[in-house]
């Protein structure tokens, strides 16, 4: 039969008190405290000092508005722009949506002055705008073939109900066709036909409806996904959502976090100048941490501010899980 091998138990006086620290190490390191080395206090203290020129910034910065519900849509938003987790695929579709409800108006003018304006130089022109979204995959290439020919036409119509409604033809196109996802959509919408945009009218109410209530129950937003469903789903069709068993809660997530930006996008610039203040604020922080775990009080004769809270400690513990370090 073989016999393990038992280790020890150490006396109770050399097992450690507090984290890895035994009493007897404390005991001998309070009779004989070794002084730090200057070289380490000098860096402590101006690395300290360092963070002490910081801290007014960050004060500043900080912000009773960064609520629970707040850093609950800023981790949505991180997931967003990072394609993790159950948001993963969402960023493309959130931004189809939020651009659409924003430039609803824009494309309602377009509608009305093509049903409105129907001379043949007028036709002539929608076809052509029709034709370059076919072909303009870029928003520059496509605004300033598209307003030569607004101006070409311009100049030939002398009447002017025509020259003013070609002015806000053109007004609405350069605003939807900054970027690439409104040429996409002002495609499909004439490919499609789409005709009233009450689709659109229908999210603006949703998010009417939710501008007072509490945005982290995703719950509660499921429910008013599914009283509002078949409208929903003709914009998801039309932009391409894909069928799935969850859909009703891709669609309650998309809805939430539209609705959180609009509730938070004022103060998120504000925030992200807090966070990248904090991380030149770690950087001496860290330092600071190391001296004081390199020459702890139970072996060293430790000057007095080794014992002080670091100044800004207690704004980056808040912070802390939104700082990429």
């Known amino acids: 039969m073989t016999n393990k091998t038992r ?12 984290g890895s620290v035994s009493l007897i190490e404390r005991i001998v390191g309070a009779l004989n405290p070794q002084p730090v080395p200057e070289l380490a206090l000098s860096l402590h203290d101006t690395e300290w000092e360092e963070l002490g020129k910081i801290v007014p910034t960050l004060t500043m910065l900080d912000n ?3 609520t629970s519900e707040f850093l609950f849509y800023i981790s949505i938003k991180n997931k967003l722009e990072q394609n993790l987790d159950d948001y993963k695929g969402l960023q493309k579709f959130i931004r189809i949506f939020s651009f659409a409800i924003k430039n609803i108006h824009h494309f309602r003018v377009i509608r009305r002055i093509e049903l409105d304006f129907q001379g043949r130089s007028q036709l ?9 979204l076919h072909v303009s995959y870029d928003p520059i290439l496509f605004h300033q073939l598209v307003s030569n020919e607004i101006q070409e036409l311009l100049e030939k119509i002398l009447n002017e109900p025509t020259q003013k409604a070609l002015l806000a033809y053109k007004t609405a196109l350069d605003a939807i066709t900054q970027e690439e996802v409104g040429l996409n959509l002002l495609l499909l919408f004439k490919k499609y036909n789409i005709a009233d945009y009450a689709i659109f009218s229908i999210v603006n109410d949703i998010l009417k409806q939710l501008k007072k209530q509490d945005l982290d129950n995703l719950k ?3 429910l008013i996904v599914k009283v509002n469903y078949d409208e929903l789903e003709k914009l998801g069709q039309l932009i391409g959502i894909p069928n799935h068993e969850d859909k009703v809660i891709t669609y309650a997530k998309i809805i939430q976090y539209i609705a959180l930006s609009y509730r938070y996008e004022n103060i998120v610039y504000r925030f992200q100048q807090l966070l990248e203040n904090l991380q030149k ?37 808040k912070y802390r899980d939104f700082i990429k370090i």
């Open 220 to 222: 509660a937003l499921v």
């Open 281 to 317: 604020w770690y950087k001496h922080y860290e330092t600071v941490i190391d001296v004081r775990h390199q020459y702890p009080n139970h072996k060293y004769k430790i000057s007095p501010k080794f014992m002080e809270n670091i100044p800004g400690e207690l704004i980056y513990l």
């Open 64 to 66: 009773e508005q960064y």
């Open 124 to 132: 002539e022109l929608y076809n052509f705008v029709e034709e370059q």
């Open 7 to 18: 280790t020890p138990l150490k006396s109770w006086w050399n097992r450690p008190l507090v």
